[in-house]
């Protein structure tokens, strides 16, 4: 069996750096925990409620672009037409900057392929068996996918 496959990241500059969001105080504690207990230095938490054009332009102005976005279980939200402009306002079509990256980890289906328009284009769908994820009834069945997706630029950029 291959070894799973490795995102196309972006160039990076220093060094990384991670910026967890979350609309829950509680996430962020957690995450903020866990970083502490890991000695992760580079991890920052901000709320950020996805829900907000106010919360969204601000976050993104003071924080953004990124390079790379991770989201998982990310529930209703990755079935609405919103996930485009809201992942399209945190990222770089730019393609000095490689274009960013956005891996979604959900049930297998969830998440659409990109609309045309949508400044997104689909690279791959990973089966979570790739990972080692599995049903608890078959070890060759996977209930989750990941949906690598690389921002494309567009005219009204």
Do not use: C, K
């Not at 991670?18 to 970083?35: F, G, I, P």
């Not at 078959?138 to 005219?155: C, G, K, T």
Request: charged fraction near 20%.
């Amino acid at each position: 069996r291959e070894p799973p496959r490795s995102l196309p990241l972006p160039p990076s500059g220093e060094g990384a750096s991670v910026m967890a969001t979350d609309r829950a105080n509680q996430s962020l504690a957690l995450v903020t925990a866990n970083a502490a207990l890991n000695e992760l230095h580079n991890v920052r938490v901000a709320p950020l409620d996805y829900e907000s054009d106010v919360d969204l332009a601000s976050f993104s102005e003071a924080h953004g672009p990124y390079d790379l976005i991770l989201g998982g279980a990310l529930m209703a939200f990755v079935t609405t037409p919103r996930v485009w402009p809201v992942l399209r306002s945190l990222t770089s079509g730019s393609m000095a900057r490689g274009g960013s990256v956005v891996a979604l980890a959900h049930t297998v289906g969830t998440i659409p392929t990109p609309p045309e328009g949508s400044g997104f284009h689909e690279l791959e769908r990973v089966s979570g068996l790739e990972y080692g994820f599995h049903t608890r009834w078959a070890s060759d069945e996977s209930d989750f996918e990941i949906v690598v997706l690389q921002r494309i630029s567009l005219p009204s950029d």
